[in-house]
Each structure stands twice: as C-alpha cells, then as structure tokens.
C-alpha cells in the first residue's frame, strides 16, 4: 500500500466517528477515554518516531526554524480559534486541524515507512475522537444528520490533502527535512497538552480513564518493537 493511500485511513476514521456519534452520542466518561488515550498514543508517536530523525539529522538551526515555525503556527490557530464564533468558525478551525494533521502525516511517511505507519495509527485515534465531538457540536446547528455527515467529510478530505504536501519533504535537502520533523514534533505536542490533555480534563476523571493515557503511550511503543 503506498503511503498516500495509508492517509485515507484517517480520513475514513473522521467520517466513522461522525457516523457514531450520530448514531449515539458519547458519554463524557467514554469521551475522556478516548481522549486520555489518543493523547498517549500520539505523544508517543511524536517522541518515539519523529525526535529521534530530529536528532540524527544534527541541524540545529534547521530544529529552530522548524520549531519556531510550529510555535507561531499553533498559536495563531488558537488565536484564531478564540476569534471566530459560531458553526462556520468552528468548521474552519477543525479544517485547519485536519489539513494540518494530514500535512504531520505526510512528514512522517517521509521520514520513513514504520514512522509513518505509527502516525497513522496515532492520528487515526486522534481524529476518530474529532469526528465524535465536532458531531455533537454541528448537530446544535444543524438539524439533518446527513448534512452534518456531509459536512465532516468534506472536511475529511483535507487530510489526505495535507499528507500529499508532506510526503514530498523526503526529497528535500537535509536541512529542510529536520525543519519539517521539528515542525511535526511541535504540531503533535501541542495537539496532546492545549487539545486532548485540556478537553479530557475538562469531565469528572476516574482511575481507569487516566490510565488509558499510559495505555496508549506503550500501545505505540509495543507497535515499535513489533514493527522492528
């Protein structure tokens, strides 16, 4: 399977979420869950796949460009998010998420096959939990259930999208190339402290909902060991 295509199975994923929580939507327990848990599998993702390439590459000016660039990129999303109000600034803000997903995505398949093939598994989980909230949240707004599935999946499509900008990153000198990763490493950091870590605290935790973040974390680095 080639890499651009391993980037539909996130996108599917978005869709399934939606679907679901159409179907029923998710206790804040069972929300949390998923949360605790997409976030520990994508913080291990971030640290076990793309530090490593960061640091082989040995550019530190490359890592602070990258890096710098990753800062000011999520914090002006959030700035944005703050900004915009109402359904049509809530379907921008999860576009954008998810091109930028699609694009971290991308970054991974060019450092390497079992690299991407673990983000992949990361960013499915992450984005699974994203079709399930922005579902409940759309459907405030908007009554049909179909036009609300309608709407996810053209947001869907930005991921693969996203992907196909950064796949290209591997033919690019070595420099730009750990630009990039530290780029990807601040993109996914952030989306596991200010996103999931942030809306998983927000309901009443139980033991075993905090534990599915450790879950997660080892589910990747399992996957690591087994992927060699």
């Known amino acids: 399977m080639s890499a651009w295509m391993y980037t539909l199975i996130p996108a599917v994923a978005v869709v399934v979420g939606a679907a679901a929580a159409v179907w029923r939507k998710p206790s804040p327990t ?11 599998v994508v913080f291990a993702a971030a640290a076990g796949e793309l530090l490593p390439d960061i640091k082989h ?3 530190a000016w490359a890592v602070i460009l990258g890096g710098a660039a990753g800062i000011v990129l999520m914090l ?11 359904t049509s600034g809530l379907i ?5 998420d998810i091109f930028i997903d699609g694009l971290v995505l991308g970054i991974g398949f060019a450092a390497g096959a079992k690299q991407g093939f673990l983000l992949t598994v ?9 079709g399930l909230s922005l579902t409940g949240e759309l459907s405030e707004s908007i009554r ?12 869907a499509i930005l991921l693969p999208l ?3 900008v950064g796949i290209p990153v591997s033919h690019l000198p070595n420099f730009w190339i750990a630009a990039f990763f530290s780029f990807g490493l601040v993109a996914l950091l952030y ?13 009443p935790e139980k033991p075993w909902v905090t534990s599915l973040f450790f879950v997660g974390f080892l589910l990747i680095l399992l996957l690591d060991e087994l992927a060699g």
């Open 57 to 59: 590459r040995q550019s």
């Open 92 to 96: 921008v803000m999860v576009a954008v």
């Open 122 to 130: 990361a960013l499915t989980t992450e984005v699974l939990f994203l």
């Open 76 to 86: 002006l999303i959030k700035r944005l998010g703050e900004m915009t109000k109402g």
């Open 30 to 40: 069972f929300a949390g869950a998923i949360q605790h848990f997409a976030a520990g």
């Open 191 to 203: 989306l596991v402290t200010e996103e999931l870590l942030v809306e998983a605290h927000s309901a």
């Open 144 to 155: 049909k259930p179909a036009n609300v599935l309608a709407v996810v999946g053209g947001i």
């Open 162 to 164: 996203g992907a196909s």
